[in-house]
């Protein structure tokens, strides 16, 4: 089992930036590619990011392309996402996946570990 904790999210105006943490506790971490989903009111979850096991490779989803980055600290059991230049369409509950696999898949189900997802809302 792996347990993901994340935190950062909140209210920020457009064109504004947060940071995103996913703690990662129950199993080595460096094991595990990582990514970031979202999901809209009355929308499906949608992948947004993710990252192999090393760190090296990352893919993005056109829509955050240049604003979002996204990194890992396997010394922390970390994986971090740092929004830029946000937009009011990028307002959504943000979740932290994980897979023992080192393949980053963008359905849904490919991902066997969630966290609890945070808020983010950008106004506007």
């Known amino acids: 089992q792996v347990q993901l904790v994340e935190s950062g999210g909140g209210l920020v105006q457009a064109g504004g930036s947060l940071r995103l943490s996913c703690a990662a506790s129950?199993?080595?971490?460096?094991?595990?590619?990582m990514a970031w989903f979202r999901q809209a009111p009355g929308k499906e979850r949608e992948f947004v990011v993710g990252?192999?096991?090393?760190?090296?490779?990352?893919y993005y989803i056109d829509s955050v392309k240049g604003r979002f980055t996204i990194s890992r600290d396997n010394a922390k059991n970390s994986v971090y996402l740092q929004m830029n230049s946000l937009k009011p369409e990028d307002t959504a509950v943000y979740y932290c996946?994980?897979?023992?696999?080192?393949?980053?898949?963008?359905?849904?189900?490919?991902?066997?570990?969630w966290g609890q997802g945070t808020q983010v809302t950008v106004s506007s």
């Open positions: 996946a994980a897979d023992s696999t080192n393949y980053v898949l963008r359905s849904r189900g490919s991902w066997s570990y």
């Open positions: 129950g199993r080595t971490f460096s094991n595990y590619a």
């Open positions: 990252i192999t096991r090393s760190g090296g490779s990352t």
